[in-house]
């Protein structure tokens, strides 16, 4: 048992009745929750008290003009957007009582020092800290201390809270020898707290596993392999976080970005980083990334798909765009008053040789290639001695003439229109891909009705990766800082490629399971795709303990492993909660399952927390009409939960990265039958068997697959 746990069912006084400077609570010895509470009330007066003082800044005499106080002013809005307070989010969530001073010497007989861990940095006026911010070194222990290696921490406090007031705490005593180990159960009972609304930020109970990955350094790039339940979105966000705290200064130049798997799982997270105080940070998915130039209208079918997304198309589009570069066949003849400068043919082949050697982006190369000629009638000019300089160079460069070689030679070229060929031109493609793609795969990519422009063709998505690669060939991409790629396994090689291009000279955090692959083109192994982001140097992490889904439905869906990923190992999950699981048969027809699904949604309701119903996409529209009939108002996914709307009805397809308290579970065998192959269906049935915090009913009219029947 703990040392000491203490609840209240009171409703606590938000003003505090102990004095809250006093380090020690000596002020009421009786009721150290009071003590606590006070401290709460007083760092949140503290943080008014600093956005209070943010917002009274007069930038009047200290800006120059305009622009720079239109900046100033929007850093000024966004800091005080990052000083609000939160009701419902608690100002800390942990005290470390030190047992020495933290970074110096105590006087003989003094105390060490204390820390509450929050959210975010409080300070009075004075300066002191009233909350640290659960990044800072001196937070770190609050993760990693334990009784074998307590890092100077005598006492760790945990705090619960109900609605955002402070009601319970928790002590540990991590050099008391006396003392037993034990579970926290504050720290059990958050991870089990219903979900309501979007995903929330878990920096009350990251574990040290998780806190290893999320304090990682800046400069290197982190894979995560984590099964159901493990926590590695939350990982990946919070990594961003602490990332924006230790290198402010660097990533506000360079950027972050978050990318995710579709929009609906993007807004189920987007709060997260701002409940940390981050707000600068963007979200996008893959498709986001790379339809900037073409509208995405068409769809191919899944054989067609595997083909474009396959790493070998990134040198097919690189002999295509090289194809534009022709031999000279005559020199050019600049002409300036009455001089003319001739350079022959044999010497700009010369110059677009040395430029072919050097790999050079295309866009790049043919932006140096007349100033290599200028170059060449200067040369010509000093030894007739003339004194030419810089600007003669750039108006030579400009000259008509070499203009007109240029174009010749080294035409500029349209990313899109080079694809648009590829798909197009039979001869063209062929040309480009022999001996990398069988005839067979040739056929695949030809449109069968080939568009007569860009602005006509029906693009596909994996088209609009093609044209994001050849539009790199020709110019380079710009680069982030810092990548956060999550559900990474659905990715083809040529999407890891336009990530990859995104940090190339930044790093990323890669989250993902290859059991919840669920594309044809998904990753066999974290090796090969990181290799075609870029990053084959990646440090990959795995987890393995899971905090979210009970262990009872972890197992069932855990039986599908041996079929859709052979060797990776079972998330062992620490929630035992029994009778989280029921499997029932409905006997009858199409009617009487979709009674049953209303019904055992009508079940799940009487829980508190959100409702999952989760089917094949094809069913979506019947088990939508059955809960319209049967009175029951349902969300779409990425629409928020609420008190009075906690019922969401999700596709299959979209169930990746949600997570409900409750799931109800439609037909395994539609959702495996809804996929191309069986795998890519049992890989799909595992990510919606996956989804349940608290409870899972699964419904079936048809035979259970195999894989699952299976004892």
């Known amino acids: 048992m703990p040392a000491h746990v203490a609840e209240s069912d009171s409703t606590p006084d938000p003003t505090g009745t102990a004095d809250p400077t006093d380090p020690t609570g000596a002020t009421d010895p009786a009721d150290p929750l009071a003590h606590e509470r006070a401290h709460l009330a007083a760092s949140r007066a503290a943080l008014r008290g600093m956005r209070e003082d943010v917002q009274a800044l007069d930038i009047r005499d200290v800006t120059a003009n305009w622009v720079n106080a239109a900046v100033l002013q929007s850093q000024i809005d966004d800091r005080i957007k990052a000083l609000a307070d939160l009701s419902h989010t608690p100002l800390f969530f942990g005290r470390l009582d030190y047992l020495h001073a933290v970074g110096g010497e105590l006087a003989e007989g003094a105390d060490g020092e204390r820390f509450y861990i929050g959210r975010r940095h409080v300070h009075d006026a004075a300066g002191d800290p009233m909350v640290i911010d659960w990044r800072a070194p001196v937070s770190q222990p609050y993760y990693q201390a334990s009784r074998t290696n307590p890092q100077d921490v005598g006492l760790r406090r945990r705090f619960g809270y109900t609605g955002g007031e402070l009601t319970a705490y928790e002590d540990e005593h991590l050099t008391d020898p006396a003392e037993a180990e034990h579970t926290s159960r504050l720290l059990q009972a958050e991870i089990e707290r219903p979900r309501v609304g979007p995903m929330r930020d878990i920096v009350a109970t990251i574990q040290p596993e998780q806190d290893e990955i999320v304090r990682s350094g800046?400069?290197?790039?982190?894979?995560?392999?984590?099964?159901?339940?493990?926590?590695?979105?939350?990982v990946g966000l919070h990594r961003v976080a602490y990332l924006l705290y230790a290198h402010r200064e660097r990533l506000a130049r360079t950027g972050t970005l978050v990318i995710g798997p579709n929009r609906s799982f993007l807004h189920y997270i987007e709060q997260v980083l701002p409940a940390l105080g981050e707000l600068e940070v963007k979200q996008a998915t893959v498709d986001?990334?790379?339809?900037?130039?073409?509208?995405?209208?068409?769809?191919?079918?899944?054989?067609?798909?595997?083909?474009?997304?396959?790493?070998?198309?990134?040198?097919?589009?690189?002999?295509?765009?090289?194809?534009?570069?022709?031999?000279?066949?005559?020199?050019?003849?600049?002409?300036r008053g009455s001089r003319r400068w001739r350079v022959p043919a044999y010497e700009i082949q010369e110059m677009v040789d040395e430029l072919l050697a050097r790999d050079m982006r295309y866009g790049a190369a043919h932006e140096a290639l007349p100033q290599r000629i200028a170059h060449a009638v200067l040369v010509r000019m000093e030894e007739a001695g003339e004194a030419p300089d810089d600007r003669v160079q750039n108006s030579v460069a400009r000259n008509p003439a070499v203009k007109a070689a240029v174009k010749a030679i080294w035409p500029a070229v349209d990313p899109a229109k080079v694809v648009l060929r590829l798909l197009s031109d039979a001869e063209f493609l062929a040309a480009h891909a022999g001996g990398l793609l069988s005839d067979e795969e040739q056929k695949r990519l030809l449109w069968a009705k080939p568009a007569r422009s860009v602005k006509s063709a029906k693009w596909s998505a994996a088209d609009a990766v093609l044209i994001d690669e050849a539009g790199d060939l020709v110019a380079r991409t710009h680069s982030l800082g810092h990548v956060v790629l999550d559900e990474a396994q659905d990715l083809s090689p040529m999407q890891y490629r336009a990530v990859g291009r995104r940090c190339s000279t930044g790093s990323a955090t890669v989250l993902g399971d290859l059991a919840q692959g669920t594309t044809p083109w998904s990753t066999e192994s974290w090796g090969e795709a990181l290799f075609h982001l870029g990053k084959a140097d990646a440090v990959v992490e795995e987890l393995t303990a899971g905090f979210r889904v009970p262990r009872e439905v972890i197992a069932y869906a855990s039986r599908l492993l041996p079929a859709i990923s052979p060797g990776l190992a079972a998330v062992e999950s620490v929630r035992e909660s029994p009778g989280s699981l029921a499997v029932r048969e409905v006997a009858g027809g199409a009617d009487e399952l979709d009674a049953a699904v209303v019904a055992a949604c009508e079940e799940s309701l009487r829980h508190e927390g959100?409702?999952?119903?989760?089917?094949?996409?094809?069913?979506?529209?019947?088990?939508?009409?059955?809960?319209?009939?049967?009175?029951?108002?349902y969300l779409a996914p990425g629409e928020e939960t609420n008190a009075e709307s906690r019922l969401t009805l999700v596709p299959a397809s979209l169930a990746k990265g949600l997570e409900y308290d409750y799931v109800v579970l439609d037909e395994p065998a539609a959702v495996v039958a809804g996929e191309p192959d069986e795998r890519t269906g049992l890989r799909r049935l595992y990510v919606a068997l996956t989804r349940a915090v608290s409870g899972l009913i699964v419904l079936h009219a048809a035979p259970l697959p195999e894989a699952l029947a299976q004892a």
């Open 218 to 234: 800046l400069g290197g790039t982190v894979c995560v392999q984590g099964g159901p339940g493990t926590g590695k979105t939350a």
């Open 288 to 335: 986001d990334l790379v339809r900037t130039g073409v509208e995405v209208r068409g769809e191919d079918e899944a054989a067609t798909a595997v083909v474009k997304g396959d790493a070998r198309m990134a040198e097919v589009l690189r002999r295509a765009i090289r194809s534009h570069v022709t031999a000279p066949v005559e020199p050019v003849v600049v002409v």
């Open 610 to 633: 959100s409702i999952g119903l989760i089917a094949a996409d094809a069913r979506i529209p019947v088990l939508g009409a059955a809960l319209e009939a049967a009175g029951h108002a």
